[in-house]
Each structure stands twice: as structure tokens, then as C-alpha cells.
């Protein structure tokens, strides 16, 4: 072994979780090493090259409010974009972008490599070094040891990585690269509880032998759209996705195969995600559905490989080819790569404290697919907050948790090192009990301030940010003071717009809150002396038109503030609180929450339990309970 060199902060592994960790860890202004097992796979997407959708869209804008990179990327390297859920709510609104996967692994290389404190680094990572446990650097298997105060470990789908193809199956990451066995097995050494997750991808086929014109197109949005708050130039020639549907004979073959599909015949151990579940899930859950979407999307410009979303599968190759054939438009489909399941082991996320520290290992944590999640989003918002926490700790500096009602980010680790998970996690927006609250349109309002506070965020933008600010207040007092009459034009003007017509006099913002009523329509019978952005003009509507349900949401988070606050002691001794149930007590013993309101949110802890817990704290002395 040799001393390879000294940081601050180690991040292994250059997936999604990777990336934003060692950006945010090296703007933040630590010392930072990443190492990966390849340096031609950074940012790489192994499953759907697409970016956003339902609540993820929300993470990706999160994301880029706290300095973070992913929405950037998928600016400048996208070949559609469209907002989803237009004719729904705020709440539920988000963007969702199709990847020029290759242009989006280059820009993200290219990023790396000229940010400012970042090394990155082609290696492979065995073994971590642990002195009085605390974590002190890595190993790789050429015997370099390189030694930092703290390290991040986001190793994806990567450790312990088995593909399965029917009844073939090899060690192996994604898109066939070495999987990692060592750090995994030196993980276990260590003491950390493991399970065995599974995800998987659908094959892909050569868009020279679909026949189109037996799908229905799936355009992007005519209107210029971007994750990132600081992107100013848009991609406009846009290419389109398709869609199709499996149908009887599909079903059929899959039914005939499912002996030989390696999820049913045993092979596959790990668990696989309830929400993006295999076609074999699909067909055998939902055998009264007649057909199943399914999507082509182009995986870049300079490429013929067309992804087909929604028919991941673990089936043999061959019966992948008779599938194809009975989707319309996929008859005479030539499959460039075989979908394929791949198994892979994850940290128990109730392991880890929520700045995504282990408990176990001081200065090690986890982000990523290896904490238990799926999806690029997900894993992107763990980095980001991993390194910003990794750096704080190296240089002692404050670090960053954010609760459930400031980001799905927050919501995300909470559910993790809170509940943990038994399948691989997938945000949803039913997850957030306060999502009228983060809403794609004002994610940079939500945490804007608190990426500048952390170094994250430039000056320049900081103050473009203020500027926004101030003309969202400055056009809600207009239209405050603006006294709208029942005159004949504006009559018209309703009349015309179908809404109802004015009885009374009444201001110009309670008049928005009206459903039928836009704020397009004020606009045009009072204008503005000089135009407001896009964002502006959304926000001033969205804030009016919603602000008694807004307060409600912020009355309820309030409340839950109360419980948050009551932070429970890092020594106590739950064994020595009478009246707690059994299983809460292991509960509380295995996760150690640190609030009141974190204790009120596992499972398995009743509100009995928190009550005997808060009189126990509140009185600092064992809590004499009689149960009657």
C-alpha cells in the first residue's frame, strides 16, 4: 500500500448520487476526491434516459435552488421537455425531459472537471479505513490508500451487482460493467445491515426498424421550458417520443414464459420496485388489463437506440424478440441490447442519521441507490445534501437538514432514516402531506436562501433571486389596491371570458381567486407599466388563487413545528421509560430519533408511545406510566 494523498472529503462512485455530492462538497469549499470505476461512465444512465416526471421533476428544480447541478445538464442536453399534469393543481405539476444520455454524460465529465477543489479519479474502492470508528479514508484495489476526514459512499446499483437474463445470469453492474464485490463484503465486516434489491431495464431496438406509423407521436412542449433557474437559452428542435400498447397475444406469450422469466423461476432474490414493476409484474398483477402503455424514446441525436419504456423484463432474449413482435409498431424491432434484471445490495437506510451520516461509522455516509432508493432524482438529492453534510462535518461547519415541509428532499431522507424501506424507494407526491406547499413553480422561494447561506449559490444569482422576490410582493400589492367596478366593459370582458358577471365592486386580487378568472384576464383590463416574467406572473396567480389553502398547509406544518422541536436527548435510555409497547422501544433503540416528531413518524411507535416519550422528556426523570 502507498499513501495516494490527502482530502477533505472522498466520494466514491460518479453516478447521480456521486456527482452532486462531490460539486456541492467542493463548493462548499472541502478538499474532494471522487473516485469511480470508470471514467467514461460519469453521470451515466443505465435505465430510461429521461429526467423529471412527478414529484421527481420537483427534486431536479429543488436541486438546482440549492446550487445543485442535475437541472443544468438536462438543459443544455435534452431532446424534449414537456411539463406533465397541466390540467391539474399546482401541487402536482412537474417537468419531465428525455436525455441525449451520451451529450449528458459528457457535459457532466466536463463540469467535473473544472470545478474548483474536485479531483476525479479512475479506481476502485475495496476497503474503507476505520480508526476508532471513525472513517479516515479509502483503499483501492491497485493498494492506493488515500485518506480524507470524511467519506461518502454512492456506489449505486453497483455492489454485489448480478445481472439475469432467463436462466442466464453474471456478476455485473449496469450495461455490463465490473460490479463491486470487496467493499460490499467489507461493508458487512463492519457491521452494516444489507438487503438484496432488484431493478431492471427494458431492451432496446434500432429506430430504422419501427414502424411509426403504427404508434401514436408524443411531441415536447411548444412553450420554452428548463429545470434550472438560470437558464437563459432553450432547446427548441425537439425530437419526439412515441407511443404504443402490449395487447392479447403480448400477454399470452408472457404467460407461456413465465417459468423462464428469472423474477418467477427463483433466480431473482432481491426485491424489485413496487412502482416501475417488470412487464411480467404488470401481467400477472393486472391480468383483467387488456393492454399496457408503452413508450419508445430515442436515447439521443446521434444514435439509433430507441429505449422501450415500460417493458423492463428479466425474460429471455428470445422471448423478448417474440414479444416485440406483437406490439404494434415493434413487428420487425431488431434488439440492440437484451433488457435484463440486475440484483444488487443496499445499506439499511435506518442506519444513517438524517445529514445521511452512518451511525455506526463516524465521517462515513451513504447517498443513492445504495441508501435503498430508485431513480437518478432521488439519488441526485441525496448526494447534493451528502456533501454538503460530508463537507460541514470535515470542516466543521454547520450542516444542512431539511424537513418535510421545506422540499420532497427532505420528505425523501425522512421516510428513509425514519421508516426505512423494504423495497427500492420511489418519491411520490402522496408521500409529501404538505405538497401544495412544494410545488414545482416555487421551489427556488422555497430554499434559495438556504443554498446562498451554504455556499452554493453565486452572488449574481442571489441577488436575481431578491429581484424576483420583490416584483412577486410589488404586483400582489397592485392588484390589492386595485378596486375593480361592475362597468359595462368590464361585463364584457367577463362576458366574453365566460365567467360570472360582477354584482359588486370588488379588489382585483380576491376577484383571482375566483376559479374562472385568470390572472391574464385582470392583466388585460389593468396593465402593467412595464412586463414581469413568466415566474413572476405564475407566482403572483398561484399566490393569490391558493392562499387560503397555502395557509392552511403552513398552519398545519406549524403544529407539526412544535413536536420537531422537542428534540430528544442523544443519551437516553428508552429501556428505563416504563409504559413504552415492546416494539416501539426496539423501534426507537434502532433508529434514535432526534425529535419528538421524528419518534412520532416510525412505524411501529403509537401515539401512546409518544406520549409517555414527551412526558419522559419533559419531566427529565423516568416517567412513572400505570397501565389500567
Request: hydrophobic letters at 35%; a negative charge; one cysteine or more.
Amino acid at each position: 500500500m502507498y499513501d495516494a494523498g490527502h482530502y477533505d472529503v472522498i466520494v466514491i462512485g460518479a453516478g447521480h448520487a456521486g456527482v452532486e455530492a462531490g460539486l456541492a462538497a467542493a463548493k462548499r469549499g472541502a478538499k474532494t476526491l471522487m473516485l469511480t470505476l470508470n471514467l467514461d461512465l460519469v453521470a451515466f444512465m443505465p435505465c430510461n434516459p429521461s429526467v423529471g416526471g412527478p414529484a421527481k421533476g420537483v427534486v431536479v428544480r429543488e436541486i438546482d435552488a440549492l446550487g445543485g447541478q442535475m437541472g443544468k445538464t438536462i438543459d443544455k442536453t435534452h431532446i424534449q421537455m414537456r411539463l406533465l399534469n397541466t390540467s391539474k393543481g399546482p401541487a402536482v405539476r412537474a417537468l419531465r425531459a428525455q436525455a441525449d444520455k451520451v451529450l449528458y454524460q459528457a457535459e457532466m465529465k466536463r463540469v467535473l472537471e473544472n470545478q474548483q477543489n474536485l479531483t476525479l479519479r479512475q479506481g476502485m474502492v475495496e476497503k474503507l479505513v476505520v480508526e476508532d470508528g471513525a472513517c479516515k479514508g479509502v483503499v483501492t484495489e491497485t493498494k492506493a490508500v488515500y485518506y480524507a476526514k470524511t467519506v461518502i459512499i454512492t456506489t449505486g446499483t453497483f455492489m454485489r451487482g448480478k445481472v439475469l437474463i432467463g436462466d442466464l445470469a453474471y456478476e455485473s453492474g449496469p450495461n455490463n460493467q465490473r460490479s463491486s464485490t470487496a467493499l460490499s463484503e467489507h461493508l458487512e465486516e463492519l457491521g452494516f445491515d444489507l438487503v438484496r434489491f432488484k431493478t431492471g431495464t427494458p431492451p432496446r431496438v434500432n429506430s430504422h426498424t419501427i414502424d411509426y406509423s403504427k404508434t401514436e407521436i408524443q411531441p415536447g412542449d411548444d412553450i420554452p421550458r428548463a429545470f434550472s433557474y438560470e437558464t437563459t437559452e432553450y432547446i427548441t428542435d425537439q425530437l419526439p417520443c412515441w407511443l404504443t400498447y402490449t395487447g392479447e397475444f403480448t400477454h399470452k406469450i408472457i404467460d407461456e414464459n413465465l417459468g423462464r422469466s428469472a423474477m418467477y423461476s427463483g433466480a431473482v432474490k432481491g426485491t424489485g420496485p413496487r412502482y416501475c414493476p417488470s412487464i411480467e409484474d404488470k401481467v400477472v398483477r393486472f391480468n383483467d388489463k387488456p393492454r399496457h402503455q408503452i413508450f419508445l424514446e430515442p436515447e439521443g441525436r446521434n444514435t439509433e437506440e430507441v429505449y422501450v419504456q415500460g417493458l423492463s423484463t428479466s425474460l429471455p432474449e428470445d422471448v423478448q424478440k417474440k414479444m416485440l413482435e406483437t406490439i404494434p409498431g415493434l413487428e420487425k424491432a431488431e434488439i440492440m441490447r437484451a433488457g435484463y434484471a440486475i440484483e444488487y445490495d443496499a445499506v439499511v437506510p435506518t442506519q444513517l442519521w438524517p445529514t445521511l451520516e452512518t451511525k455506526k461509522i463516524e465521517g462515513l455516509f451513504t447517498a443513492g441507490q445504495i441508501n435503498g432508493t430508485s431513480g437518478y432524482e432521488e439519488a441526485a438529492g441525496q448526494g447534493l445534501m451528502a456533501g454538503v453534510n460530508a463537507a460541514a462535518k470535515a470542516l466543521d461547519k454547520e450542516p444542512l437538514i431539511l424537513d418535510r415541509s421545506q422540499a420532497y428532499i427532505g420528505v425523501m431522507i425522512d421516510d428513509l432514516v425514519t421508516k426505512g424501506t423494504n423495497e427500492p424507494y420511489r418519491l411520490l407526491t402522496s408521500r409529501a402531506e404538505y405538497r401544495l406547499l412544494l410545488r414545482h413553480d416555487n421551489a427556488d422561494l422555497r430554499l434559495t436562501d438556504i443554498g446562498y447561506q451554504y455556499g452554493l449559490i453565486s452572488g449574481d444569482r442571489y441577488g436575481k433571486f431578491q429581484e424576483k422576490k420583490q416584483e412577486i410582493a410589488k404586483e400582489k400589492k397592485r392588484l390589492q389596491g386595485i378596486i375593480v367596478k361592475p362597468t359595462e366593459e368590464v361585463q364584457k370582458v367577463f362576458e366574453d371570458a365566460g365567467a360570472q358577471p360582477l354584482k359588486e365592486a370588488v379588489r382585483a386580487a380576491d376577484l383571482l381567486k375566483r376559479p374562472e378568472i385568470t390572472y391574464d384576464l385582470i392583466k388585460s383590463l389593468y396593465p402593467l407599466e412595464k412586463p414581469l416574467s413568466t415566474d413572476v406572473e405564475e407566482q403572483v396567480e398561484i399566490q393569490i388563487k391558493y392562499e387560503g389553502y397555502i395557509e392552511k398547509s403552513k398552519q398545519q406544518v406549524d403544529r407539526m413545528k412544535k413536536m420537531e422541536e422537542k428534540h430528544i436527548p442523544s443519551d437516553i435510555d428508552y429501556d428505563a421509560i416504563q409504559g413504552l409497547a415492546t416494539e416501539a422501544r426496539e423501534k426507537l433503540k434502532s433508529v434514535r430519533p432526534l425529535s419528538v416528531g421524528q419518534a412520532s413518524r416510525i412505524s411501529g411507535v403509537n401515539p401512546s408511545d409518544v406520549s409517555i416519550l414527551l412526558v419522559y422528556i419533559e419531566q427529565g426523570k423516568i416517567a412513572k406510566v400505570t397501565n389500567d
